[in-house]
């Protein structure tokens, strides 16, 4: 990819699908920079997310490594529920060697919607899926067998993760049989559940402090994330 991609990434136009980000030539939270170029010169542009979904993720991200709140900034993880269930939708980026080493399927969760992820809820007991910005935490053997935990950093969208047992799991529905099927992916109770051949490759990389974004194109979202606020408040439009 050309190495013009790396300027443009924060100067992509406003939209309700990605807010804009133009950061300020003195705006030190470019800690990643060579790994962001070295990603974006050598990452298959066929797998990577869209540029304003990388962009903000990115973004937040490197805000949170500044707050302390992420503790293994090698590694990125991606969804983008704008995207159909029978989409492959999550991406797990190094960025530090620049590879994207997973692109799969994920679920949302039954009270989202059928192929579309539609309503997203904090509430227990909702089995709707969250939206925002998480750091993973420890894992555990469950009902799904290797599990990760999740922490919420944005309150009121996902803060009541831990409280509704939102983790990523291995699941038999996330699959192209499943698809094939049932003409949608299977749905979790808001957990993003993976392919269960993949499920413990994924947990064992990202697990311990890693950031993960779970976008959606949702104003009710965009609107009151915190994070996408102090991203706004840093940036100059």
């Given at each position: 990819m050309n190495i013009l991609l790396i300027n443009l990434l924060f100067l992509l136009p406003a939209s309700l699908t990605g807010p804009q980000v133009i950061v300020e030539d003195s705006l030190s939270i470019s800690s990643l920079t060579f790994e962001k170029a070295i990603f974006l010169q050598q990452a298959d542009s066929s797998e990577l997310p869209p540029l304003h979904l990388l962009q903000?993720?990115?973004?937040?991200?490197?805000?949170?490594?500044?707050?302390?709140?992420?503790?293994?900034?090698?590694?990125?993880?991606?969804?983008?529920?704008?995207?159909?269930?029978?989409?492959e939708r999550l991406w797990v980026v190094d960025l530090k060697?620049?590879?994207?080493?997973?692109?799969?399927?994920?679920?949302?969760?039954?009270?989202?919607g059928e192929l579309m992820a539609e309503n997203f809820s904090n509430i227990p007991g909702s089995?709707?899926?969250?939206?925002g910005f998480y750091v993973t935490s420890e894992t555990y053997i469950g009902k799904h067998g290797l599990s990760l935990a999740l922490d919420g950093l944005e309150t009121g969208i996902n803060d009541k993760a831990r409280q509704r047992s939102i983790v990523i799991h291995g699941a038999d529905y996330v699959s192209d049989d499943f698809i094939r099927s049932h003409g949608r992916l299977g749905r979790s109770l808001g957990c993003p559940a993976v392919?269960?051949?993949l499920?413990?490759?994924?947990?064992?990389?990202?697990?311990?402090?890693?950031c993960l974004f779970i976008y959606v194109p949702k104003e009710?979202?965009?609107?009151?994330?915190?994070?996408?606020?102090k991203i706004n408040s840093i940036t100059k439009i």
């Open positions: 903000t993720a990115l973004a937040g991200y490197e805000i949170l490594v500044k707050d302390n709140l992420i503790s293994r900034p090698e590694v990125i993880t991606i969804i983008d529920f704008s995207l159909q269930s029978d989409r060697q620049g590879k994207v080493l997973f692109h799969c399927l994920v679920s949302h969760g039954r009270n989202s089995n709707e899926s969250s939206p392919p269960v051949e499920s413990e490759e994924i947990i064992k990389t990202i697990k311990g402090g890693s009710s979202y965009i609107s009151n994330s915190n994070i996408i606020s």
